[in-house]
């Protein structure tokens, strides 16, 4: 709920413009990498994710950069759009391991 | 339609009062986890299991219990609730453990638990 969005960093965007939204992870064995988009009052929806043999990956609209040297991880999203207001989380699961740690998320508010 | 189905959506009780989350999937998946999220915190996940009868702790599993009797259900068990339990509760599901390929989560709606 509205909850989920207090004490998070916050991007505004305006509408139709490019939102690039980051995630520093923590574990230099984690190798599979998702992204994930909480609605208010909803459960976490995945977007897209990638494999750590990647550095790119595009989905419709949608971007994931990865930069394993410094351990960084980032959404694009193209012409952003009213509906793409909500909480972003990013995920990472180190290799062979069962856990999937989440990061603390961003809250992308996209102003008409 | 392929979902995770969480009940009660939101709840209410006392401290020490015995309760059950209920969490069905219809996906065949193999992989269930439960998270708590909390403002400032993220999700943080509390149990999970890889299979039927295999289960395992995952970052705050202090004062909860699961079971895994059935592929499709996984209950998240508090047996005895206390304030700090109260939090935003997600089920999810996988179609395998997400260690073993590029399997993300399917999450239910969540429950919004109050501890009083």
């Known amino acids: 709920g509205e909850s989920v969005g207090l004490h998070l960093p916050t991007l505004s965007v305006q509408e139709g413009d490019n939102s690039i939204i980051n995630c520093a992870y923590s574990?230099?064995?984690?190798?599979?990498f998702i992204w994930y988009k909480q609605e208010s009052g909803k459960g976490p929806q995945f977007i897209i994710d990638?494999?750590?043999?990647?550095d790119k990956r595009q989905g419709q609209r949608v971007t994931v950069l990865l930069n394993k040297t410094v351990k960084h991880l980032s959404l694009q999203i193209a012409a952003t759009q009213p509906g793409d207001s909500a909480v972003y989380f990013c995920?990472?699961?180190?290799?062979?391991?069962?856990?999937?740690?989440f990061g603390t998320g961003t809250k992308l508010q996209v102003i008409p | 339609e392929a979902q995770v189905t969480q009940n009660p959506r939101y709840l209410i009780t006392v401290t020490g009062k015995k309760l059950t989350v209920t969490c069905s999937q219809n996906?065949?998946?193999?992989?269930m986890s439960w998270y708590r999220q909390d403002p400032g915190l993220g999700l943080r996940q509390i149990y999970y299991?890889?299979?039927?009868?295999?289960?395992d702790k995952g970052d705050v599993p202090e004062g909860y219990k699961v079971s895994r009797k059935e592929k499709r259900n996984f209950p998240l068990i508090l047996e005895s609730p206390s304030p700090n339990q109260t939090s935003l509760y997600f089920c999810?599901?996988?179609?395998?453990?997400?260690?073993?390929?590029?399997?993300?989560?399917?999450f239910g709606s969540g429950t919004r638990l109050t501890v009083v």
């Open positions: 574990n230099s064995a984690s190798d599979y």
């Open positions: 990638i494999r750590s043999n990647m």
């Open positions: 996906m065949n998946h193999e992989y």
């Open positions: 999810a599901s996988s179609l395998l453990s997400p260690g073993t390929g590029d399997y993300g989560y399917t």
């Open positions: 995920a990472e699961t180190p290799g062979g391991y069962q856990k999937v740690t």
């Open positions: 299991s890889m299979n039927v009868e295999v289960t």
